[in-house]
């Protein structure tokens, strides 16, 4: 469960026309006055936003992105983008109303980011870039993309929290992980996905990406806004928007290990733990070196219970090889604890 979140939420990606499966869980103002001049903030930072097209196989959609270069390049989320990833297409429409075609650069399911490209574009606006470590709760914030298609959209609010870990569904086979996520009642709402969070000074702080919804009393989930939106810091989504500009992929380190989780109900039946099932490692790897085997039910990672897959993603993203990590795992009823090493990726 994600702290601070009702167990009757759910969260959901925020692409306009690809609203994901959800996954139960669930001199402008100063920091000091409550709230930024959100027309201040509008005038300096909606020319360097843009509203993105996608049409693919699987149907067509929008979502938001931001100009982070001079020459054309837009930072977003990778769930806005994937549906071209295979034979689509991308367009922009900037806040004049003028549109372009755009080319995937690269992206990133872990992190659920992306870059594309504009190309013989001319003085375009580049949103200045801010400190999210800089950021404290209670801290006025403007949110700036397209919800529901609708270009050029502002809305205004706090920083609610700091440091959450949000797991949202990915187009691969595990959840994209929002490390260190900032969490806003900004309203954002389908669309805003890949659009910026800035702070008073107009300067971006974070990549708006998800919301939490609530069932109705139909069971139905709402997918509008409940005041639980969370972005993904400027700390992390830079650096790896920069990564994908200079190598259309990011790198990470590895444990050298595949492992499933083990269902409940399983791991009852057959008087086992509850953890990851170790089905593989590599041979000379960091899982291999450390004594971990095929068989092996690994039931901690780093002190947190290794329940799902999103426990080896998250250490994946927050972790640089040589890294060392503290695994529990669980060996013809034996308990055992051994650290691995992780190796480039």
């Known amino acids: 469960m994600i702290a601070g979140l009702a167990t ?4 959901i990606l925020i692409a306009g026309g690809f609203i994901a499966g959800t996954v139960t869980t669930v001199a402008l103002s100063s920091r000091s006055s409550g709230a930024c001049n959100a027309v201040s903030v509008a005038d300096r930072v909606l020319p360097s936003i843009v509203t993105i097209n ?8 929008s979502g938001s992105g931001q100009v982070i270069s001079s020459d054309g390049y837009i930072l977003t989320n990778n769930h806005v983008i994937s549906p071209a990833a295979s034979g689509g297409t991308l367009s922009v429409r900037f806040s004049d109303g003028h549109t372009a075609d755009a080319t995937l650069t690269g992206r990133d399911p872990k992190t659920d980011l992306a870059v594309i490209k504009v190309s013989n574009e001319k003085s375009l606006s580049v949103i200045d870039v801010g400190d999210s470590h800089s950021l404290v709760v209670g801290e ?9 298609g609708l270009s050029s959209t502002v809305t205004a609010g706090i920083v609610s929290a700091l440091g959450r870990t949000v797991p ?12 260190g996520a900032i ?33 109705g009393d139909n069971g139905q989930r709402s997918t509008g806004s409940v005041g639980i939106g969370f972005a993904v810091p400027q700390a992390m989504a830079m650096p790896i928007a920069h990564e994908l500009i200079d190598t259309g992929t990011v790198s990470y380190p590895t444990a050298g290990v595949d ?11 057959y008087g086992v733990s509850d953890g990851l099932f170790v089905q593989a ?17 690994i039931t901690s990672i780093n002190g947190s219970p290794a329940v799902s897959i999103d426990v080896l993603t998250a250490i ?26 992780l190796a480039e990726g």
């Open 8 to 11: 009757a939420a759910a969260l």
């Open 54 to 61: 996608v049409a693919g196989p699987t149907g067509t959609g």
């Open 140 to 148: 006025p914030v403007v949110a700036l993309g397209a919800p529901l």
């Open 168 to 179: 949202v569904p990915s187009d691969d086979d595990r959840n994209a992980i929002l490390v």
């Open 183 to 215: 969490q806003t009642d900004a309203s954002i709402n389908p669309g805003n996905s890949g659009g910026a969070l800035v702070d008073c000074s107009g300067r971006l702080v974070g990549v708006n990406t998800a919301i939490a919804t609530v069932p």
């Open 259 to 269: 492992a499933v989780p083990i269902p409940h109900a399983v791991a009852q039946h």
């Open 281 to 297: 490692v590599t041979r000379g790897g960091p899982a291999a070196n450390a004594g971990i085997r095929p068989g092996d039910i």
């Open 316 to 341: 994946q993203v927050t972790s640089q090889p040589g890294d060392e990590v503290k695994v529990e795992y669980e060996r013809g009823g034996q308990r055992h604890t051994t650290t691995v090493t």
